[in-house]
């Protein structure tokens, strides 16, 4: 990569990240009382997809370790958000599944940061929005090949 190159993908990254954790800290502070980000992330993923993951297909999903997942899940099932029970196909394995009180959370979460993700973007016209789309989703395309 030549240095102009290099130059445009290091502010390109850099402004990513920034970005990256500013939504983090907005976000850790609209979300229900005891959610957590991952948690708010695997009960929206589960509620959307409207299927049972397996701990380890969440943790490919999420890009994080199979212990940070399993860490995550205990905590949502703890919290009854979750409802983990074992493969019937491979005893090995557990199947995760979002439970009526893990939609509800995950529902009354939506509800709260809506609001914040709908005001972060009021300054910018759509069609910009609309533009950087397919940008972003190309870039974690290639990304996601790269693992």
Request: hydrophobic share 45%.
């Amino acid at each position: 990569m030549d240095g102009p190159r290099n130059s445009l993908a290091i502010a390109l990254f850099s402004e990513i990240l920034a970005v990256d954790q500013m939504i983090r800290n907005r976000l850790s502070k609209v979300l229900p009382k005891g959610m957590e980000l991952s948690h708010f992330s695997v009960l929206n993923h589960l509620a959307r997809t409207g299927t049972e993951r397996s701990p380890a297909q969440l943790a490919q999903t999420f890009h994080v370790t199979r212990g940070a997942m399993t860490n995550t899940l205990g905590k949502l099932e703890w919290a009854g958000y979750v409802h983990i029970r074992p493969d019937w196909d491979d005893a090995r394995r557990k199947m995760v599944a979002i439970s009526p009180a893990g939609r509800q959370a995950r529902d009354a979460a939506l509800t709260a940061v809506a609001p914040l993700f709908a005001g972060m973007l009021d300054e910018i016209p759509e069609e910009k929005v609309r533009a950087m789309l397919p940008l972003l989703r190309e870039l974690r395309g290639k990304l996601d090949d790269e693992r």
